[in-house]
């Protein structure tokens, strides 16, 4: 399929000064997201002007081409491939400039050293429609279509969740304020290299105030994945996030979508475990094909853990550092079977 080129919107015709003007009040503008996410203490995020990435689009080569990338589109934003300073670099454009899209490049700046999320490189102010993000390049694309080709292993998997479950409990955890995502979900992951996965898209995430708990705040998130208790209450918690990856796991170990055949996946996972049909809770484009074992016990507590984690009671669910550290442990099980 032949690809589409694209280019960032941009009037030509908007004068150097103007360009200046925008580029300094959206500066100011996140300057006091930095000050309210982090007191202004924050890795340093470099500027990319609006030339250097369109002709880092332009230079992009069809002999690179990512087809689980392209296309890939969200409310609000579009992602585009270039080459940068000699380097593939994924790139994500926002089509309107809202407040959400100076947390995505606060909180994103102060996640980039850890493994597990998508690197932050820089970003563009000036374009008119919306600040522009620079981007690390994911070499195996978005996880969303990976799952539903059904071209990942088992083992590969549990890994995914496991290292997603590192990087939440990093956000939950390495602030002076616990800081939630609210959008845990496979479009939300991309996969490097070596299939490391990469954590993603932090617009929506909100700080918990210091010495509390929760936070309320008007209803945010995708369908399916968002905790029913913050639909009922209002109230975000960490246990919102660990709904919402709960959901994921659950989605990694099925391969199927949050709602097929008018079945919800929650529901569909519970109904087999009643009838005793672990085993059929697996993805059948796994499940014995490759050749790779898949060991009953180990299945049975990933599930376990899944549905703990989407307990309809927020109190019932473990916490994501518990979480992290139950997937370690499937995932030494699996490593160190003969």
């Known amino acids: ?40 203490r924050s890795n340093p995020i470099r500027n990319f002007s609006l030339n250097q990435l369109q002709k880092a689009i332009d230079d992009y080569h069809p002999s690179h081409p990512l087809e689980t990338l392209t296309d890939l589109e969200d409310s609000g934003f579009e992602w585009y491939e270039g080459i940068l300073e000699q380097r593939l670099v994924f790139i994500k454009s926002f089509t309107r400039c809202t407040k959400e899209v100076y947390r995505d490049i606060v909180v994103s700046s102060q996640m980039s050293s850890h493994n597990n999320v998508l690197k932050l490189s820089g970003c563009c102010l000036e374009i008119p429609a919306g600040p522009a993000l620079v981007f690390e390049y994911p070499e195996n694309g978005c996880l969303e279509r990976l799952i539903h080709d059904g071209s990942l292993t088992w083992g590969t998997r549990l890994k995914i969740a496991k290292e997603i479950a590192n990087a939440v409990t990093y956000l939950h955890t390495a602030f002076p304020r616990p800081t939630i995502h609210r959008d845990i979900k496979p479009r939300n992951i991309f996969l490097g290299q070596n299939y490391d ?33 913050y639909v009922q209450t209002g109230f975000v918690t960490e246990k919102t996030d660990v709904y919402s990856f709960g959901v994921l796991l659950l989605v990694l170990l ?44 180990l299945v049975e507590a990933s599930i376990e853990l899944a549905l703990r984690c989407t307990n309809g009671s927020g109190e019932d669910r473990p916490l994501m550092i518990e979480v992290a550290k139950e997937l370690q442990r499937i995932e030494r099980s699996i490593t160190a079977a003969p």
């Not at 300094?24 to 982090?38: S, V």
């Not at 979508?257 to 079945?263: K, N, P």
């Not at 929650?266 to 009838?275: A, R």
Request: aromatic share 6%.
């Open 254 to 297: 099925t391969g199927r979508i949050t709602l097929q055949e008018r079945i919800f996946l929650i529901d569909y996972v519970k109904d087999l475990v009643e009838q005793d049909q672990v085993n059929e809770v697996v993805d059948p484009r796994i499940r014995g094909n490759r050749g790779e074992a898949i060991d009953q016990q």
């Open 197 to 229: 996965a990469k954590l993603s898209n932090f617009s929506l995430s909100i700080s918990i105030p210091e010495g509390e708990s929760q936070v309320e705040d008007q209803l945010a998130g995708t369908i399916f994945f968002v905790d029913p208790v």
């Open 1 to 40: 399929m032949e690809r589409k080129r694209q280019r960032i919107c941009l009037d030509k015709k908007m004068h150097k000064r103007e360009r200046q003007r925008m580029f300094l009040d959206r500066g100011g503008e996140l300057l006091e997201e930095l000050i309210a996410f982090c007191n202004a």
